[in-house]
């Protein structure tokens, strides 16, 4: 409820910046923060590394849905992950689509996709590998 003499259309939305940590992969280390692309690149790593429904600090909305796909036919595999792929990222608000997928189906128990993420900060290409 809003205080007395307050009207809902006088409000206005706010975005708030999405300054975190920043990850160095290469060094399994954190140093300094990030934000912007590099912050939005850096999220979608997350989301796509953290599995779905696992972790309980974590919405229900948060990760991918990618464990049940191990010892599944590559081509069950293949027709499933795009859905899960967007469905896990279109959860962040600044992206605005997920698409361009590429399948690698080369390598024995691994399928290697990649897509582009579509954002209000900008595309970038994402490489993602599924162990099947």
């Known amino acids: 409820m809003l205080p007395a003499g307050l009207d809902i259309k ?5 975005k708030q ?3 975190q940590h920043k990850m160095n992969l290469s060094d399994s ?4 923060k990030c934000d912007g692309k590099e912050g939005l ?6 989301i796509l590394s953290t599995e779905r429904y696992e972790n309980v600090i974590y919405s229900r909305n948060y990760g991918v849905e990618m464990k049940d796909l191990f010892g599944q036919p590559v081509k069950t595999v293949v027709a499933l992950i795009e859905s899960r792929i967007k469905e896990a990222l279109l959860q962040d608000d600044r992206i605005t689509d997920v698409d ?3 399948f690698d189906t080369s390598q024995k128990h691994k399928v290697s996709v990649t897509f582009t ?3 209000e900060l900008g595309d970038f290409e994402v490489l993602k590998e599924v162990i099947v």
């Open 10 to 14: 006088s409000l206005e939305a706010v």
């Open 17 to 19: 910046p999405s300054l």
């Open 29 to 32: 280390f954190i140093a300094g």
């Open 41 to 46: 690149k850096q999220a979608v790593y997350k």
């Open 100 to 102: 361009s997928f590429i």
């Open 117 to 119: 993420v579509h954002s």
